[in-house]
């Protein structure tokens, strides 16, 4: 067996925890359904998802080290998802009326634009790179063969988990946009807020320590 039960008893409960603490991930998911209906706050979540794979596949061929090793390349990457998360806080905020019309079912575009957004997010934090380098290396045995096959192994757990509950939480402030849908002063008040949610994430990973 690649991962032996006993590794997975210690990794599983670990990594449902980690799922379940509130982070930047889980915020944004709970501000696109917020903005879009629960359809776009699922697919955030399979956005987040996509990038968490992402970054699981360049720490497992060791990019992430290199990222972890070079401080400007952290940086940029960093600033960049400041500034992305402030472009969308401007767009919510200048995009009137969207939680107006969630009182019809979201379309296809906007559950594709939520899922790119959450890709872009998730590509721009390198804390995630970072972590996932950090944690999933406790739960790696060099003995049991392919490094990268237990990495990956690792990740997909990880990552199903972290998904469902991001999609949770997407879907249940989706459902409370559209319920503001049809009470135009209560929705222009949501939109503003999500606005603000947007722009304390960007806040949160700007004045997060590297370390």
Sequence with gaps: MLIPGETLLVFVPAALALNLTPGNDMLF??????????RAGIAASFGIATGVF????????GLAALLAAHPAAFEVLRWAGVAYLVYLAVQALR???????????PTRASAVKAWRA???????????????????PQFVDLSRGSAFAQFMVLGLILNIGGTVVNALVGAFAGHIGRWLGGRPGL???AEKLTAILLLAIAARIALERRG
């Design 29 to 38: 998911c709970l501000s696109q359904g917020m903005r879009s209906g629960p």
């Design 95 to 105: 995009g009137s009326g969207e939680l107006v019309a969630a009182r019809v079912a």
């Design 54 to 61: 992402l970054h699981s596949c360049a720490a497992a061929v």
């Design 187 to 189: 929705a222009r008040i």
């Design 118 to 136: 959450a890709v872009l997010v998730s590509l721009l934090n390198p804390k995630v790179a970072v972590f996932v380098l950090a944690f999933l």
